[in-house]
């Protein structure tokens, strides 16, 4: 086979074998171009970067080239967002949207997280709250065991310090008129906002002109311990309950079942809901029980008393005095608080409790005025231990 050479310029040969033209290149030029172009790339870089770094500082530099990093965070826990309620008690549901989701409750008995149990103080005020200094005096220091909501029908009402306990503690509210459903409506947005905190257990319905008459230690274990909720609920044959009812209230509620009894009510959870899920006995009571029929002493015991009988004490926990006669119970002033005014309000009634007999039925009263205040602060740490 032949083969030869020709030798050419610059160092390259072609060799001829076969027919093939072979080039053998012993400094390729391309390659020692490309390999110039690249220093020249890599100069031009690093002059850039410096001119950079110095015009404009390293920590620029750096922020930038680290701000698309994304750190891997814990997942949250979604049960959080059940059992923590919220700061803020304001909100844009409606009544139909509030009731419905204040109507879920847990089918299990065992939580899955440490519960501590608290009391719902819930108060239904005409406007502010004249003796909330006494209250704050007997919630201090049990945080853990109370929670706080205010429905006023004046949206002027005492604004509070952020070291209060009734800060921003305004749930939305509405009219609410004396006897009419209108009333029964605050006391059910009352129930459905607390009920949104999985952690109360005892819902207790109060007035501007309610005072504590135990401390909170007593109150909760009386409560808490209690096997019934308290409410009010009896037979009235007279005009002033069997006269209210109207015919037409038939057939969810009969006469028989018919029943009176006191506003401020204590209940516990299960009732609570059982209150704010009935859609049944509403509207007979909304369209019947009308003045001279006062629909928030009939409404709940007789609806309690249907479904819940078993539930029920058929006793408030809130003090009243009507002996002086008329549609309202008697107001009390500075001139009325000393100690045989307690005395008498402490153990002047016997009634039941978990079946047995007892003198101490109340743990609430009212009615007191903005006046007793102050004496009521100075008589509390000696006659209600607080």
């Known amino acids: ?53 110095k015009y404009y500082g390293i920590n620029s530099v750096v922020t930038s080239v680290t701000s698309s990093f994304v750190p891997c965070h814990e997942k949250p826990n979604d049960l959080d967002k059940w059992i923590k309620p919220s700061m803020v008690l304001m909100h844009n549901m409606s009544d139909e949207e509030l009731l419905w989701r204040a109507s879920f409750m847990p089918k299990r008995k065992k939580y899955p997280f440490n519960r501590v149990p608290k009391i719902a103080f819930m108060f239904l005020t005409m406007g502010p709250l004249p003796l909330s200094p006494l209250w704050e005096r007997l919630l201090k220091g049990h945080e853990e065991h109370y929670s706080i909501y205010i429905h006023s029908q004046v949206s002027s009402s005492a604004n509070f310090p952020p070291s209060s306990v009734f800060y921003r503690r305004h749930i939305p509210s509405q009219v609410a008129e004396w006897g009419r459903m209108t009333m029964c409506d605050a006391e059910r947005r009352l129930l459905a906002n607390a009920l949104l905190d999985i952690s109360n257990e005892w819902f207790i319905l109060l007035s501007e002109s309610c005072i504590p008459l135990f401390n909170f230690t007593t109150i909760y274990e009386y409560i808490s311990k209690s096997k019934h909720s308290f409410m009010g609920s009896f037979d009235d044959p007279s005009a002033y309950g069997r006269g209210r009812y109207h015919p037409n209230m038939a057939p969810e509620v009969s006469l028989d079942q018919w029943r009176k009894g006191s506003q401020w009510f204590e209940v516990n959870r299960e009732v609570a809901v059982s209150i704010i899920k009935d859609t049944l006995y509403y509207p007979k009571f909304k369209e019947f029980c009308t003045p001279a029929c006062y629909v928030d002493e009939h409404y709940f015991p007789t609806m309690l008393t249907i479904e819940k009988p078993a539930a029920l004490a058929n006793r408030s926990l809130t003090w009243v005095d009507w002996s002086r006669g008329g549609a309202h119970p008697a107001t009390f002033g500075d001139q009325d608080i000393n100690e045989e005014f307690f005395t008498r309000i402490l153990k002047g009634d016997n009634c039941t409790y978990n079946g047995r007999y007892t003198s101490m039925c109340s743990l609430f009263a009212r009615k007191f005025s903005p006046s007793a205040l102050e004496p009521l602060i100075n008589i509390a740490p000696k006659i209600l231990s607080f």
Request: proline share 2%; hydrophobic share 60%.
């Open 1 to 53: 086979m032949l083969s030869r050479v020709v030798q050419l310029e610059e160092g390259k040969e072609i060799a001829f074998t076969n027919g093939r033209t072979v080039l053998n290149k012993a400094f390729p030029l391309k390659l020692i171009l490309l390999f110039g172009l690249f220093l020249a790339f890599s100069f031009a870089f690093f002059f850039i970067s410096v001119s950079t770094i």
